[in-house]
Nanobody
Framework: QVQLVESGGGLVQPGGSLNLSCEVSGFSSDYYRIGWFRQAPGKEREGVSCIFMHDRVAYVKESVKGRFTISRDSAKKTVHLQMNNLKLEDTAVYYC????????????????????WGKGTLVTVSS
């Protein structure tokens, strides 16, 4: 059974940093992708970044490129989203999700939906 558990959210000032983690379990191989998405109050969910667990090839949404970095640990059990220079508009619930069918860009740009989702972690950027 696939399970995804997010952690690392919290309150941070503008310009600050947070490192979100997504613990993954229940996969029989590493041919799957883990994506990070966010949903701000009153807004639609949007893709942020995604990584292919097999070879670490990553995709980052243009709007956060240069500030957000996705990575996975060598044991392939945790995916991190390092968020730097946070802005007020980064405030949202951040979710990780998995999928096996398409390339990361297709999921982050919204062409396809991912398969399983975590419950999310809240990131609040406020002064």
């Amino acid at each position: 059974q696939v399970q995804l558990v997010e952690s690392g959210g919290g309150l941070v000032q503008p310009g600050g940093s947070l490192n979100l983690s997504c613990e993954v379990s229940g996969f029989s191989s590493d041919y799957y992708r883990i994506g990070w998405f966010r949903q701000a109050p009153g807004k639609e969910r949007e893709g942020v970044s995604c990584i292919f667990m097999h070879d670490r090839v990553a995709y980052v949404k243009e709007s956060v490129k240069g500030r957000f970095t996705i990575s996975r640990d060598s044991a392939k059990k945790t995916v991190h989203l390092q968020m730097n220079n946070l802005k007020l508009e980064d405030t949202a619930v951040y979710y990780c999700a998995d999928a096996v069918g398409y390339v990361c860009a297709d999921y982050i740009e919204g062409y396809y939906d991912m398969d399983y989702w975590g419950k999310g972690t809240l990131v609040t950027v406020s002064s």
